[in-house]
């Protein structure tokens, strides 16, 4: 599965990924590992905001690209509601195909993290 997440720093900032293994990129991102990526070291992650998963990586791409394109009060939107970002990429994209499909919009974000952060 691929998976596109929007983390909240400390500095109340967005940070928008991509990955495939999505336990170990919050890891590493939380922890501030060494593959990390520099904004979240310098800006500290404290929370996961938004999680999707899709069955493409290239979809996810597109995902990521998209959300990272979206103003910050677009971006806190789909925060609150994140089973809106395929209607709302809709909409911007109407003449761009192809669709994307977004396979889970994950619930229970806190919770996820905790168990996820917490195993070894």
Request: proline share 4%; glycine share 4%; charged share 35%.
């Amino acid at each position: 599965m691929n998976y596109i997440y929007i983390i909240k720093c400390q500095d109340e900032s967005y940070y928008t990924g991509i990955t495939k293994d999505i336990k170990k990129r919050l890891k590493q991102h939380f922890y501030k590992e060494k593959q990390g990526a520099k904004y979240t070291k310098s800006r500290q992650a404290v929370r996961l905001e938004a999680l999707w998963e899709t069955n493409s990586w290239p979809e996810a791409g597109r995902l990521e690209y998209f959300i990272k394109s979206l103003s910050r009060k677009e971006k806190e939107g789909i925060v609150k509601n994140p089973s809106l970002l395929a209607e709302i990429y809709r909409k911007k994209k109407k003449n761009e195909p192809p669709e994307i499909c977004i396979s889970r919009c994950f619930t229970e974000l806190p919770v996820l993290l905790e168990e996820w952060l917490s195993e070894g």
